[in-house]
């Protein structure tokens, strides 16, 4: 009996969203592979730079994520792990391999609370999990947060002819740091059972694959995209100036012929030479968005076929983009800037006549915002519009817009010209969510901020977001002056993209 009842009370303390900090140890939780201690806040606490797999160097580079190596000693949680190796696309360049850590962020109020787990956007090239804090989001909201690391570049899709299986790492990885969740969601306060996965940008894009790959079955409840999704494709110059048209995917013989032209672009002729070349080598190639490679285990079919066909994991999904995407690639072109020139780069010189008479500079005042008005439509809002119809037939699916054009610019005001709004430009809607340096609300944005979190909480808590499903292109729209229904395909024009395909 006494036995008995000692093993109920250590049970009781591991499901404690503050672990054992009830037997003194404030912060202190205890994972699956060992004790960690964290940091302890007023409203909230937060454990960073937790292993979720073993560092992928070595052999382990181009393998799927292997366990960890267990601890027994508590592990420091106050710091996060370091970014995964990238270039210097988006101003963090790292060449450390050993990446494969995530973060937590749980309010201190106890009971089992949703878990949503962060996939962060930079194209699958760039940036890491701890560039994004959700204190807001998991305090206001009352949800468990998890961010993470996963392998970008080459590191994470590389789909060469002699590593079998091979192109989506980083999406193994991801599905790893899911299974981490299901195995310790309950010693941080969640609950395994109600997970959302939620990413922006070519963090949607993953969405999209999670969404569609038979193996993330089971591991998440519900999904949201936000500005990326399974139908995105782009011309020339249409996400990353100077980059070539491309979509989020790949398929397997194209990612195979990419990777024997880099192996013998690093003077290679097999793995093992590839697997010996410091990291480095691949990081000072910036190739601009890394498509995820299809045609393997994790996604053994295109994601666009798959959700044509309905061979996808159905859960409810909140599906959407900004108003003014395309205005931060806009923003980028260099001076004198060509609109015929661009567009007839992007679309070919017949749909560039078109596209000029449908979008004619005098209607935007000027060529930059004409051709960011050409990229928002076309690129991004058209597209997950195609996705929000192909998914609301076979599952609950919930459109919306974020249209603040005051939304703060931050650190992204190095990109726009002088006088250049950023409108509801791409990624903008993120300082809603996140507490991200430079990016300060007012007031009023402040306020549209807890409608957002109310609204992405309670459909991670209830599979309902507060507005109806998507149909005939009706979505919610968040602005300072609305939040309530507008029909995208007509602010978007969607029925003139359809008919020049």
Known sequence: ?????????????????????????????????GPVRGTVLADHQLYQGIPYAAPPVGELRWRSPQPVTPWTTPRDATKPGSACAQAAGAGQPSSNEDCLYLNVTTPSRHGRKPVMVYLHGGGNSYLSGDGFNPRRLAVQGDVVVVTMNFRLGFFGFFGHPDLPDSGAYGIEDQQAALKWVQRNATVFGGDPRNVTVFGESGGAFDVCAHVTSPRSRGLFQKAIAQSGGCSTTWGANGVIHGKPAGAPWIAKPAAEAEAVALSAQLGCSDVACLRALPPTAFT???????????????????????????????????????????????????????????????????????????????????????????????????????????????????????????????????????????????????????????????????????????????????????????????????????????????????????SIG
């Open 1 to 33: 009996m006494r036995k008995r009842l000692s093993s109920l009370i250590a049970a009781a303390l591991l499901a404690s969203p503050i672990g054992v900090a009830q037997a003194g140890e404030p912060g202190l939780v205890r994972t699956d592979s």
């Open 284 to 498: 000072a190639i910036d190739r601009g968005e890394t498509p995820v490679v299809t045609g393997n285990s994790v996604l053994p079919v295109s994601p666009v076929d798959a959700v044509r066909s309905g061979r996808f994991n159905r859960v409810p999904l909140i599906w959407g983009n900004t108003r003014d995407e395309g205005r931060l690639t806009s923003a980028t072109v260099p001076e004198p800037f060509d609109y015929r020139g661009l567009l007839e780069q992007g679309f070919g010189q017949e749909k560039a006549a078109e596209i000029i008479a449908e979008y004619p500079v005098s209607a935007y005042g000027n060529a930059r915002l004409a051709y960011g008005a050409v990229l928002t439509d076309s690129v991004w809002a058209c597209n997950q519009l195609a996705d929000d119809r192909l998914l609301s037939r076979f599952t609950p699916t919930y459109g919306y817009e974020f249209a603040d054009r005051t939304a703060p610019v931050g650190w992204f005001k190095d990109f726009f010209p002088e006088g250049f709004p950023g409108g509801a430009a791409h990624s903008f809607e993120l300082s809603y969510f996140f507490d991200i340096p430079t990016f300060d609300l007012n007031p009023a944005q402040q306020q549209l901020a807890s409608t957002m979190i109310r609204d992405w909480t309670t459909f991670a808590r209830t599979g309902k977001p507060g507005w109806s499903r998507y149909s005939r292109g009706n979505v919610q729209e968040y602005s300072l002056g609305h939040v309530g229904q507008i029909n995208a395909l007509t602010r978007h024009n969607c029925s003139f993209w359809n």
